[in-house]
């Protein structure tokens, strides 16, 4: 016979489970949204006290030398942000998957012992 309690039960878990994820994703892309905008504000400010040394520059190699410093910084910087970031979005996805462990640890089993007692029966 089907039991309505445990029925209900299993719902109410599997609500806290989704909303439990639901909040560590959320915390997770807000987080991720913060360091990209900080990163963004960084790159902003430092384009233009570049810009604004590079109009002070009065001969051609100093413009040169000044401009491949500031390549190789800024690239040097992006390759950090986006290893950075990589991290923060791999963090998530085990967080997110983390809340799901368990349940499905259990419901295999419960499978696995369902098929030994069906095998056992035949």
């Not at 900080?38 to 190699?61: C, G, P, Q, W």
Request: charged share 25%; hydrophobic share 45%.
């Amino acid at each position: 016979m089907f039991a309505f309690d445990e029925a209900n039960k299993r719902n109410k878990e599997a609500m806290d489970l989704v909303l439990k994820s639901y909040a560590s994703m959320a915390k997770g892309f807000q987080a991720i949204a913060a360091e990209a905008t900080d990163y963004s504000k960084r790159s902003f400010e430092e384009s233009v006290a570049h810009i604004e040394r590079l109009s002070s520059v009065r001969s051609i190699e100093t413009a040169v030398e000044l401009q491949t410093n500031f390549v190789k910084s800024a690239y040097e910087g992006y390759v950090a942000e986006a290893t950075k970031l990589g991290e923060m979005y791999a963090d998530l996805a085990r967080s997110a998957y983390k809340s799901y462990e368990a349940p499905v640890a259990k419901a295999a089993a419960n499978v696995k012992a369902a098929a030994a007692q069906a095998a056992a029966a035949a």
